[in-house]
């Protein structure tokens, strides 16, 4: 099955209620989304969490991975020594990793409290799977998220990545570290770019990050590199001068995963009851229009969508369109069934298109496009990589719909739910 979910959570011991005794209450927002990102996790049926920690051995070069069969710990040291967990680890994932990543170093130890407290959360959230504890790399994260990513892949069980890290301890006179303004600077970076252009986080100047005091930006960039995804910012706050972000970085859906199914049933010319259409009271409810896009190595290989929808149900859109996509698109030559496997599906559900008076109300990262003039309209989709800004995004639109740069158009808007296999 392979990594199904990425999460970026903070590690406050006092957001333990047995470490707060009360003062946990001042970060409410960061307690609400801890116990719901534990809950998707815990109801998504996760068999091993990896855990990248920033408070666990860490390494100049390379990474640390603890090889113990067993790790525990408790929280004696924050004055609740009656708070105690143990797990059992997921020794093939360890094998595994040893193997394929370069610069591993084994250790051993206890579970440390940047791992203890989203581990606190999972098991409140009925969570008892088993784990991998590995520190933070200082050097390369995006390597590392990306060949864990494909080396989780290749493997059968259900794992997520869970990438534990506070942001800037500078917000605040009172906080732990004092005030700097590259604190919130840094903070307020991190949470724009999650919305949207998530590659640009790795670009944030060194003496800026530096200044901002933060402990979780490489696990942070490891976790965005391990798996593409829409994240999705559950809660942010510093009541005490220190960033809490809880946030759902990448979770597998059912979505994307039928558009292949019914693009290789369509080429290996399945009979289409073979393909026994997903339960229509779950996810594939209701009608929406939906675009499917392929890529392969990261390069458009077809994209067809619907900007209203045609068919009975979403999960018959999403056939209809998977199958245009892989064979009907003009601008590509039809998917050989051969190909299948190296082409990566999404799905995007359309919202209601909602007509707006100008330019000044789109945000292509936030909303997608309609431009329409005589009878000749083009859409563009948001949250796509190199359309920054609203003027790239309308003389893209324009140019579908044949429409001279310049000329006025009627706009709509319309938001989108990216999913991902």
Not at 104 to 122: M, T
Not at 280 to 306: D, H, P, W, Y
Not at 413 to 420: C, I, L, S
Request: glycine residues 10%; hydrophobic residues 35%; negative net charge.
């Amino acid at each position: 099955m392979g990594l199904i979910y990425t999460v970026f959570v903070p590690h406050p011991p006092l957001l333990v209620p047995e470490v707060g005794r009360g003062e946990e209450r001042k970060c409410q927002g960061s307690l609400d989304a801890y116990h719901e990102i534990a809950r998707r996790l815990a109801q998504a049926e996760v068999e091993t969490v990896i855990l990248v920690s920033p408070h666990a051995t860490l390494t100049k070069e390379g990474i640390t991975l603890a090889i113990d069969d067993a790790v525990e710990g408790n929280f004696a040291q924050f004055g609740a020594g009656q708070v105690n967990l143990s797990f059992v680890s997921d020794t093939e994932v360890v094998t595994q990793l040893q193997e394929h990543l370069s610069g591993v170093v084994p250790v051993r130890g206890v579970i440390d409290h940047g791992s203890f407290v989203p581990l606190y959360f999972l098991k409140k959230a009925g969570w008892n799977g088993k784990v991998v504890l590995m520190g933070m790399p200082l050097e390369q994260p995006e390597e590392y998220g990306v060949r864990m990513g494909q080396i989780l892949e290749e493997l059968p069980g259900r794992y997520a990545l869970v990438a534990s890290g506070d942001l800037s301890h500078r917000l605040k006179e009172d906080g732990p570290y004092g005030f700097d303004p590259a604190g919130p600077e840094f903070d307020e970076f991190v949470l724009k770019a999650l919305r949207g252009d998530t590659k640009k986080i790795a670009d944030l100047p060194v003496d800026l990050v530096e200044k901002a005091g933060e402990c979780g930006y490489r696990s942070l960039r490891l976790a965005l590199a391990a798996k593409e995804g829409s994240p999705e910012v559950l809660s942010y706050e510093g009541p005490f001068g220190v960033g809490y972000l809880v946030a759902d970085l990448y979770h597998s859906s059912p979505l994307p995963k039928w558009a292949r199914r019914c693009l290789r049933g369509y080429l290996k010319k399945d009979e289409p009851e073979s393909l026994d259409l997903p339960d229509v009271t779950s996810e594939f409810a209701g009608r929406r229009g939906c675009f499917v896009t392929l890529k392969q190595n990261g390069q458009l290989r077809g994209c067809i969508g619907t900007t209203e929808p045609w068919q009975d149900n979403l999960g018959l859109e999403i056939q209809h369109n998977a199958i245009a996509a892989g064979t009907q698109d003009p601008r590509f030559r039809p998917v050989q069934v051969d190909e299948l496997d190296t082409l990566s599906f999404t799905v995007d559900v359309l919202g209601e298109l909602e007509k707006i008076s100008g330019p000044e109300e789109l945000d292509p990262w936030r909303y997608g496009v309609v431009v329409r003039q005589r009878g000749r309209s083009g859409l563009l989709l948001p949250h796509l990589e190199g359309v920054d800004t609203v003027s790239d995004q309308l003389s893209i639109a324009k140019q579908k719909a044949g429409i001279p740069t310049g000329d006025p158009v009627e706009l709509w808007r319309f938001e989108v739910k990216r999913h991902y296999e």
